[in-house]
């Protein structure tokens, strides 16, 4: 086994179970490691966080935590692969998403999650934009939803492009959940951003390498 911070060979046990490296005096737990590869691939195989809980043997607690912060490694990456190819930015447009439970209903301004769609090489990058909330100081919210239909920020080459296949994949990804909150709702879009962006190995490898599981074979 070697050493997941330095990769150095010589490790040694200790007697809380943990391990630590001879060279850089950091510890750590080959056991947890395994449950947390375990729970990385139940990510990106679509398991529910309930149902990966049973599987890994882990609180539901721990894996939700787990699960977050992938979502949040995604989002980081996405972020500096983006930067790398911002100049190649084709196309893109606005989108204002709200859930299908609640369409129809009076007073739903508040609940609409508005980002920005951005297509470069046929990857998809989203930003998330201000609130539709702040045009209701200045008309009344019945109007808003028009206002928002005629001010869309938009640059589209053809009607049905990458940005549209993604919305469509997207609804169908939130779709199930029960309920995603505002404050999560944009590393939600970042991990259907990643699901569509790359495949099923290629998100393993990435994923893999994001969370420090270079050496697979380290934790037999």
């Known amino acids: 086994m070697k050493c997941i ?3 150095h060979h010589h490790i040694y046990l200790l007697a809380d179970g943990l391990h630590k490296c001879s060279r850089c005096k950091r510890k750590f737990s080959p056991a947890k490691l395994k449950r947390e590869k375990r729970l990385l691939e139940c990510f990106c195989q679509e398991i529910p966080i309930t149902q990966a809980s049973r599987l890994c043997n882990v ?3 721990t894996a939700r935590s787990y699960y977050l ?3 949040r490694s995604i989002a980081a990456y996405a972020d500096g692969v983006y930067n790398q190819h911002l100049h190649l930015v084709s196309e893109f447009d606005e989108y204002f998403y709200l859930p299908k439970s609640i369409r129809g209903n009076h007073d739903t301004v508040s609940k609409i999650e508005n980002f920005l769609t951005l297509c470069f090489e046929e990857k998809i990058y989203n930003i998330m934009m201000p609130s539709p909330m702040r045009y209701t100081n200045v ?3 019945t109007l808003v939803g ?3 239909r005629y001010h869309k920020v938009a640059k589209l ?5 990458s940005i549209t296949a993604f919305w469509d994949f997207f609804e169908t990804f939130i779709s199930k959940f029960r309920g995603v909150s505002h404050n999560e709702f944009y590393y939600y879009l970042k991990e259907a951003e990643f699901l569509f962006n790359y495949t099923k190995d290629e998100q393993l490898r990435i994923l893999n390498e994001l969370m420090g599981f270079h050496h697979s074979s380290d934790l037999a």
């Open 59 to 61: 609180h539901y607690v």
């Open 69 to 71: 912060k992938l979502r």
């Open 146 to 148: 028009k206002f928002l």
């Open 5 to 7: 911070y330095c990769q």
């Open 139 to 141: 008309m009344d919210e």
């Open 157 to 161: 080459q053809k009607s049905v492009n």
